[in-house]
């Protein structure tokens, strides 16, 4: 989902009678006296390019209107603050990192993580005819493992969850959200409860309720096998 998707359907959930044929009428008859060109609401024959274009027009106009301009000043950090969230409780979408070679200390050898790793899931092991799918590893620093050394030759894979970008106030409304749709289609729930609050309390812990208990059920699709499976051989520690 793009950034201005998410943020207009929040403006929808907290302010479900907003008139979006008003709000860009509004803005264009103040801006140069023009008519409206059509809007979200009117135009279903469009293409994705003019859908993009319209709902950064209307975000444009709503901030223009010193009665919801608090509310898109706001997105950035709410929604930033539900990446947090999101990236605690591992619902990113994991990333991985092969390695090869690393430092051999004893019987561990020490791999350097991605810029980018938030979290280690797993480490895994393929070589000589074997796989082994949760290799033990321990955190060295912030940004160090340590994993059993093998025998044999082989590559291990640290499967990890990635910090999310943060975005800005100036973040592009087309600026495409790295996340499933089936969680950024959340994310305007956890807005509505943070932004909300001090308008409705209760409306917006039912927003928060709404998006913690979406997120859950979606985490417990996640998952692996601790299992190991033999393909020739099982490989020994040294």
Not at 24 to 33: H, L, Y
Not at 63 to 76: E, F, Q, R
Request: charged share 25%; hydrophobic share 35%; proline share 4%.
């Amino acid at each position: 989902m793009k950034l201005g998707e998410i943020k207009t359907e929040a403006m929808l959930l907290m302010f479900p009678d907003i008139n979006l044929t008003c709000a860009v009428e509004k803005w264009e008859q103040e801006a140069d006296g023009t008519s409206a060109k059509g809007t979200l609401s009117e135009n279903t024959d469009i293409s994705e390019s003019d859908y993009e274009n319209e709902i950064s027009e209307l975000l444009f106009a709503l901030s223009s209107d010193p009665n919801y301009l608090p509310y898109i000043n706001g997105m950035a950090g709410a929604i930033n603050r539900c990446f947090s969230y999101l990236e605690s409780h591992f619902l990113i979408p994991p990333r991985k990192a092969e390695f090869k070679d690393g430092k051999v200390t004893g019987d561990k050898i020490l791999f350097d993580l991605p810029d980018d790793a938030f979290c280690v899931g797993r480490v895994t092991f393929s070589g000589d005819g074997v796989y082994i799918g949760n290799v033990g590893f321990e955190y060295v620093g912030v940004k160090t493992v340590a994993v059993s050394k093998m025998r044999g030759e082989g590559t291990y894979t640290v499967i990890y969850t990635p910090y999310l970008e943060r975005i800005k106030r100036t973040t592009s409304d087309f600026y495409e959200i790295p996340l499933p749709d089936t969680t950024a289609s959340m994310i305007p729930y956890f807005i509505k409860g943070d932004l909300f609050a001090n308008d409705d309390d209760a409306e917006a812990a039912q927003a928060r309720e709404i998006f913690e208990n979406c997120i859950s059920v979606f985490a417990n699709y996640g998952g692996y096998s601790d299992m190991v499976e033999e393909t020739y051989s099982m490989g020994n520690l040294q």
